[in-house]
């Protein structure tokens, strides 16, 4: 099959849900039904339970809360704590991340794959590498990463990355980030009550705390997750359901951290846990992915991806899972009950999500070995409790090509080059194509699903109309899963889907239209390459013709993302609103010509119309053209 459409996933999706009655499972379909109408309040962002004298809701009749709070100040504050809430949980995610390296070792669980990486990195840190075995300069980086995160003076290191002018910038609107963790305490005592109902300084803060995230937590997570695991090249994968094996042992990897999956991959290869498998009568050890974990993986070892976020439920409904393991983020507590009414056994290995009916087996870097072995051979052994009349895996495959990280962006640019040797191993070529006019711009697409939205179909309609009209996606998380699900990635066919001048690109470059950058701590990727256009065409961030999108987000974490794509200069537009409509004040410096835009030179669109969204964002790309007189 070249693409799957939304209508042939629903109907999957319909069958599975089928075969989860025959067993009484609950799903996320019905509990949306249990809970609608949502709570307006909290929808507008206007209650507030910060304390005990509360909670306070804002309506015409009550224009104040107790305190005599006003519902900017309110709304504000919500939004910042939302912020923090994901700042917080990415920064601790590239916090696990620097423990790991901390713990790498010649020949030990966790190694150091890509060295010239780390080297690289050392030196823009000012760090000696010289004599120094590489081991010894990975534990010292490790310490120095570590204290970004508390230490008492100076702001983040990777903000240099950024160009001059973007650093400028931040510099004067007081947002660059200190240390993460206390950008993270900062907004959570700014918004303690009797603290901060000021907007500006509430919006302020969050932008601050969002880039402690996606210039320093997240990008931490990414690079150092790279130096150990090694940085994805290209490497051709499947996707959607139908990646479920119905002869083969299956083990579902499920969040985010890259410790936990690269470990059960390791030991899926294990020819004792082959030859185990065999004994109880599989054919063999299938991983697959879901949400974030699937990213990493598949970028980095071609690991089929089951699904994403809102198809979480269906992996465990196929009846075909052994083992669904998760680390941290974005798992529903639906996984426990619901992997009871099947064979399934449900396995938390993280002190940060603990979930009733689950097994945790606790995961660390030095009992990483044997416990991803006991997990892969739990999950061999429950082989023979599944029971075959339940079994139903939908027949849907697509093919994609993945694994586009920056340093490969710019390798497969080398193959649109022109002759000009000094645009090799630059972003120039692809400069070049945006001058021209042969790609008119780029979509950076994100993030989540959200049931508030047709889940999938945000994400899959806006890349179609996108790259029809010459517009390059590069995409991650969740998204860039609904991309592969419905073969927007595949290497072949894909291109066939596109206008002219982005169809020419693909074939030059040999790359499928919508490119792959990874999970969402990878969007910090997307900042650099925002920051290497920038600085190798001479404009400003704010001036190229790239925007950002969430058409479907839900999660904290999209929230602190969209603050920081902001303030790096990215106009950035979601299909879902962020709790703020309550308030004019907010909204207006939020997506208003004299609010964020005039800090940071770029602002949010907010539009649940999906298909207004996309014709916002063409518009957008043809007005930076224009200012350009491109
Ligand atoms: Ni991102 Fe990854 Fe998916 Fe949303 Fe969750 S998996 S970190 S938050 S749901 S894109
Ligand atoms: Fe009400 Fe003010 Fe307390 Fe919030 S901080 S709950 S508005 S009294």
């Known amino acids: 099959e070249r693409f799957v459409t939304i209508e042939e996933m629903e109907a999957a999706t319909a069958s599975l849900l089928e075969n989860g009655k025959k067993v009484g499972a609950d799903s996320w379909q019905q509990r949306v039904k249990n809970q609608t109408p949502h709570c307006g309040f909290g929808e507008a962002g206007t ?22 709070c006003d519902v900017h100040g309110i709304v504000g504050r919500n939004f910042l704590k939302f912020t923090a809430g994901g700042a917080a949980t990415h920064s601790d995610h590239g916090r696990e991340i620097m423990h790991t390296l901390h713990q790498t070792k010649e020949g030990g669980n966790y ?26 300069l990975a534990h010292e980086m490790a310490e120095i990463g570590l204290m970004e995160y508390g230490k008492p003076f100076g702001v983040q290191r990777f903000l240099k990355r950024a160009p001059e002018h973007t650093q400028e910038l931040w510099h004067k609107a007081e947002i660059e980030p200190r240390a ?79 410790s936990l999956s690269e470990m059960i991959v390791y030991y899926a290869n294990d020819p004792e846990m082959i030859a185990l498998a065999k004994s109880v009568g599989a054919k063999g050890i299938n991983i697959c992915g879901v949400c974030c974990t699937a990213n990493e993986v598949a970028m980095r070892h ?59 087996i606790r995961f660390s870097a030095d009992n990483a070995g044997e416990n991803a072995k006991s997990i892969v051979k739990m999950a061999v052994e429950n082989f023979t409790n599944r029971k075959t009349d339940l079994v139903n895996i939908p027949n849907q495959v697509s093919h994609a090509r993945v694994g586009y ?11 649109v080059a022109n002759s000009q040797v000094d645009t090799f191993g630059t972003t120039k070529p692809l400069l070049e194509c945006v001058t021209s006019g042969v790609l008119r711009g780029a ?87 925002a920051s290497e256009l920038s600085k190798d065409s001479g404009l400003n961030i704010s001036q190229l013709p790239v925007v950002g999108c969430a058409p479907e987000w839900m999660s904290e974490k999209a929230v602190s993302i969209g603050n920081y794509v902001v303030a790096t200069g990215i106009d950035t537009f979601l299909g879902v609103d962020p709790y703020v409509k309550g308030s004019s004040e907010i909204c207006d410096l939020l997506t208003g010509e004299h609010g964020v835009k005039d800090w940071v030179e770029a602002n949010y669109t907010v539009e649940t119309d999906i298909e207004k969204l996309g014709d916002l964002m063409i518009e957008r790309i043809e007005q930076k053209r224009a200012a350009l007189g491109i």
């Open 405 to 415: 990280s920056l340093e490969a962006i710019v390798k497969v640019l080398d193959g």
């Open 180 to 258: 993460i963790d206390r950008e993270v305490a900062t907004a959570l005592h700014m918004t303690h009550m009797g603290c901060s109902s000021l907007p500006e300084a509430l919006i302020r803060q969050s932008l601050r705390s969002g880039l402690s995230d996606g210039w320093g937590g997240s990008m931490m997570g990414t690079e150092f997750s790279d130096v150990m695991f090694g940085t994805p090249k290209p490497v051709d994968t499947t996707a959607n359901i139908g990646v479920m094996e119905k002869d083969m042992v299956n083990i579902v990897v499920h969040g985010h951290d890259p």
């Open 302 to 360: 071609g690991i089929p991806m089951a699904g994403n976020f809102l198809t979480q439920e269906n992996v465990v409904l196929t009846g075909a899972c052994e083992a669904i393991v998760v680390d941290v983020q974005c798992i529903f507590p639906a996984l426990g009950p619901l992997s009871k009414c099947f064979h399934t056994k449900f396995v938390t290995t993280s002190p940060i999500a603990r979930m009733p009916d689950s097994e945790f």
């Open 111 to 136: 190694q150091v794959k890509d060295p010239e990486k780390l080297i690289r990195i050392a030196h823009e840190w000012g760090v000696e590498t010289e004599g120094k075995d590489i081991y010894e």
């Open 443 to 529: 979509v950076a697409m994100v993030g989540c699903n959200n049931p508030k939205v047709r889940p999938d179909y945000a994400h899959i309609e806006l890349m179609k109309k996108l790259i029809a009209n010459d517009i390059i996606l590069i995409v991650s998380g969740c998204s860039a899963q609904a991309a592969a699900k419905a073969g927007l990635m595949d290497p072949v066919h894909a291109k066939e889907l596109c206008g002219a001048g982005l169809k020419r690109v693909c074939e030059l470059a040999n790359i499928p239209p919508v490119l792959h950058m990874g999970s969402c701590v990878d969007i910090s990727r997307m900042m650099i390459l």
């Open 47 to 68: 209650c507030c339970r910060i304390c005990a004298m509360g909670p306070c809701r804002i309506t015409p009749k009550s224009p104040r809360g107790i305190c005599g």
